[in-house]
């Protein structure tokens, strides 16, 4: 057994643990390519989770140049300069060195499958090797329930699957339901009722959809026109109000519903509902059109940075931890492409992880506020990924879970939703076969075998009791829930 490291690594790379070309081919990178192939190669391990703990430590230690000036000395960029010419230092030192790195990180995995830069990695061993189809277009709305999907762009999430997927900005829901059916995507980026309503016929043409993971929980608003900022105080001051929702089969319409309804209105008489493309919302707004709206972010924060409105409470004080956007595909195009269809899901359960941390939402919210995504201020899209905001009355808020990155769909929200959509005329009774819903549509096993693969702890039942503010939903009886809610607020 030798002793000396730069013999033992040498012994490694003769039992074929470091294969000689990948030293030979670190001679020719760059300094920068270097020091990256380096650190991934020690701290890759087939682990997302060790990943981002090696990112942390990296961004603790101030940045890679850093943590290189700590494993080789103040030369450390001599170091690199030369071994790129192959001239000071020798094959036995710069194998020392790789040696000292590789301590520094304390994860010398010496595997022979490291992994390179997120940009250009291979699919993971535990995906499926063979995808049928490389390049795809998923559709979404410029929102920040859409962060797993878009930032899985920029971020490399979806390269590091072995997929070259292009994210394409929609107008409205409808365009995105439109899209869907006419077979112009290869996935969506929906509201979570989108898939129960396309699948069964509501408001369309029945076309098959599933669920493949929740995008976010929490992370919508209603928000008052500043006019109303003096005489609206609660519920029932709504009344008379035009006011905007996404979609009518979002959880934006039934959390506005369920609000109202518990204030003693009418959703259907005392007030005008309307669908708004979320992009136009503040400018309707402004323009008089809309009193108040229930719309995802980033648009509430950005009518408060514009001042035309006010945040009048955030939906997670309705019910903490709600669903609201989704990933999904068609059941025919799951059909042809099972190995892709698993692969980009779980590059999207792995940027939900991602986006969870605290930890990386700035970085995130830069990369989100470019043209082609959201095309936003930074300020308004740190504000709602961080939770530190303004409500424009003046007051600063900090609330960390205003939204947050929970993939698991569990199927109690399938039964909800299919509920509130049967009290509210969105679906006939005939129709609601929860169970059915929840099971079909709704891939909650599916999301389960992801987490775990990526070393995560998903939840080991499917459906749960339900808290929201006025009542508790038990998905063993969605149809008692919809009587009882009728005969509680008498709508």
Not at 95 to 113: F, N, W
Not at 423 to 437: E, F, Q, S
Request: glycine fraction near 6%; charge should be neutral.
């Amino acid at each position: 057994m030798p002793h000396e490291p730069s013999e033992l690594i040498n012994d490694l790379v003769r039992m074929g643990l470091y294969k000689p070309e990948a030293l030979e081919l670190a001679k020719t990178l760059t300094e920068l390519e270097m020091k990256e192939a380096l650190l991934l190669r020690q701290i890759g391990g087939g682990s997302p989770e060790r990943e981002r703990f090696f990112q942390d430590l990296i961004q603790e230690a101030g940045g890679v140049d850093q943590v290189f000036s700590a494993a080789f000395g103040v030369n450390a960029k001599e170091f690199f300069s030369n071994t790129i010419r192959n001239s000071e230092f020798s094959r036995r030192e710069f194998l020392k060195r790789i040696t000292v790195a590789a301590a520094l990180m304390g994860a010398a995995s010496c595997s022979p499958q490291a992994k390179e830069p997120v940009g250009n990695q291979p699919p993971p061993t535990n995906s499926p090797t063979k995808l049928e189809k490389k390049d795809l277009t998923i559709g979404f709305i410029p929102i920040t329930c859409a962060t797993p999907i878009v930032m899985s762009e920029p971020l490399g999430f979806y390269s590091k699957y072995g997929l070259n997927v292009k994210v394409k900005k929609l107008a409205s829901w409808a365009a995105v339901r439109d899209s869907a059916i006419a077979g112009e995507l290869d996935a969506y980026h929906m509201l979570s009722p989108m898939p129960i309503a396309i699948t069964l016929g509501l408001g369309s043409a029945s076309f098959p959809i599933k669920l493949a993971s929740i995008e976010n929980i929490n992370g919508q608003a209603i928000t008052i026109a500043m006019k109303h900022k003096d005489t609206v105080k609660e519920a029932k001051d709504f009344k008379g109000f035009k006011i905007g929702v996404p979609f009518p089969f979002s959880m934006h319409n039934m959390l506005l519903r369920y609000y109202l309804a518990a204030g003693g209105l009418d959703p259907d008489k005392d007030v005008q509902i309307s669908p708004v493309p979320p992009p136009d919302s503040v400018a309707k707004m402004s323009a008089g059109d809309l009193d108040a709206m229930l719309m995802p972010d980033p648009f509430n924060q950005r009518a408060v940075f514009e001042k035309i409105g006010f945040i009048h409470l955030l939906t997670k004080d309705l019910w903490n931890g709600h669903p609201c956007c989704a990933f999904a595909a068609s059941q025919q195009w799951i059909d042809t492409n099972p190995n892709t269809f698993r692969a980009v899901n779980k590059a999207i359960v792995d940027a939900a992880a991602y986006a969870n941390n605290p930890k990386n939402r700035p970085e995130i919210a830069k990369a989100l506020i470019e043209r082609k995504y959201l095309n936003q201020p930074l300020p308004v899209v740190e504000a709602v990924l961080t939770g530190k905001f303004e409500d424009g009355l003046g007051n600063t808020l900090d609330v960390p879970d205003r939204i947050g990155f929970d993939p698991y769909p569990w199927k109690s929200y399938a039964k909800w939703i299919a509920s509130q959509m049967v009290r509210w005329d969105l679906m006939p009774k005939n129709k609601a076969d929860y169970t059915k819903i929840s099971q079909d549509i709704f891939l909650t096993d599916l999301s389960a075998e992801l987490q775990k693969e990526l070393g995560q702890t998903p939840p080991t039942t499917a459906e749960k009791t339900e808290t929201l503010k006025y009542d508790t939903f038990d998905p063993k009886d969605p149809a008692a829930y919809v009587d009882a809610q009728i005969k509680k607020f008498k709508v």
